[in-house]
């Protein structure tokens, strides 16, 4: 039973437009989300975060939004920029373990 | 300040060998998680040490263990090594807390023939 899903294996987006990376869990215990990129032959790097508690974080360019009802993520880039070209990885903490998505591969496109 | 380390950085073993892979986490981290990346099936979890003790245990059979040292540096060690734990093993550490996020090291290629 997979408890974290990403249910867009990719995603195609035009340079200057908005990116919207999608993220279902399952567990309601979960407390604590986080993004994280991934550049082929580097590990994963955090990108943003965000508390069960709350529903909107933002950091820049990158936007996450919580819905709890629904157990639904979702991480908007805006704008989109090539060098955003990347394997997006949501993950879900319960007690300090995380569990990960399969990722989402996004290309921006010049 | 130094980031996540991994050594080495590719391997090659054959089936029924073991392995041993190594993680340096950042300097003051004292938590260290390792983590098994497949193409087929993303990251997944394997264990987290937190000073030298094992904290969080994935769903991983007996033959992957770990340890972590007084330094905080820790070691996964793969026994009778199969052909299906060929991966991508990821080293991750954060400081303590639940909260903080993870610093991943570049991974240890593992390819068993």
New interface residues.
């Given amino acids: 039973d997979q408890q974290v899903k990403q249910n867009s294996p990719s995603l195609s987006v035009q340079e200057g437009r908005i990116s919207i990376l999608n993220c279902d869990y399952t567990n309601s215990m979960f407390d ?1 989300f ?1 993004w ?1 990129k991934k550049y082929p ?6 990108l943003i ?1 965000i ?1 069960s508690i709350k529903d909107k974080n933002e950091d820049g360019r990158f936007t996450v939004f919580l819905n709890k009802s629904a157990k639904h993520l979702s991480l908007h880039i805006v704008p989109s920029q090539p060098g955003d070209s990347a394997v997006y ?1 949501c ?1 879900a ?1 319960i ?9 989402t591969t996004l290309t921006v496109k010049p | 300040k130094a980031g ?1 380390t991994q050594t080495p950085r590719y391997l090659i073993k054959t089936r029924g060998q073991q392995v041993t892979l190594s993680c340096s986490p950042i300097s003051g981290h004292r ?1 260290v ?1 390792w ?1 098994q990346q497949t193409p087929g ?5 394997l264990f ?1 040490y ?1 000073s030298e003790t094992q ?2 245990k ?1 769903n991983f059979p007996g033959r992957f263990s770990g340890r972590q040292f007084s330094n905080s540096r820790s070691e996964m060690n793969v026994s009778t090594l199969e052909l299906g734990d060929s991966a991508l093993y ?1 080293c ?1 550490s954060s400081l303590e807390g ?2 903080n ?7 240890t290629r593992l390819t068993v023939l």
């Fill in positions: 604590y986080l994280y032959a580097e590990g994963p790097t955090f975060s508390s990885f993950a903490r007690q300090g373990k995380s569990t990960f998505g399969d990722g | 996540v938590s998680s983590y099936q993303g990251l997944q979890f987290e937190f904290r969080n994935g990821l991750a639940q909260y996020e993870q610093f991943f090291g570049p991974g």
